[in-house]
């Protein structure tokens, strides 16, 4: 990253995963650069220009909690301000609901092990995994 962008990364994360794990459309305030080691990961990228066709909303704030027998509650972080989030699936967008996403012109792109996905800041982007 430092030598790709002339200057230190803003984040470094692995992200470990199953085929159930599944990212909500968000976009990020730096750059990112998506190296897969195994399996692969499914892409659904917007650019910053199609913002006025990606429905927001207000929520509140939640955390896990776990219960005695083992399961998980979402319970709401009460003392916190609401946050904006997106609410379509772009895997199965609601145009009813959410019909400006029709002019939206999301790219798929799938990157393999041994691959690498430069995503600008500011993009929105949904990601699956699945391994091969």
């Known amino acids: 990253m430092s030598e790709a962008l002339g200057k230190l990364p803003d984040a470094v994360n692995f992200w470990l995963g199953e085929a159930g794990a599944v990212t909500s459309m968000h976009k990020d305030h730096y750059e990112n650069l998506y190296c897969v080691i195994t399996g692969e990961k499914h892409f659904i990228l917007l650019p910053p220009s199609d913002r006025p066709f ?79």
């Open 54 to 132: 990606i429905p927001y909303e207000h929520y509140q704030p939640a955390v896990y909690r776990q219960r005695e027998d083992g399961d998980f509650d979402v319970v709401d972080v009460a003392d916190s301000d609401k946050v904006p989030w997106i609410p379509l699936d772009p895997l199965k967008p609601d145009l009813e609901l959410y019909p400006d996403y029709s002019l939206a012109r999301p790219l798929h792109v799938t990157v393999k092990a041994g691959e690498m996905l430069y995503l600008p800041s500011l993009w929105f982007h949904h990601v699956r995994q699945s391994h091969g």
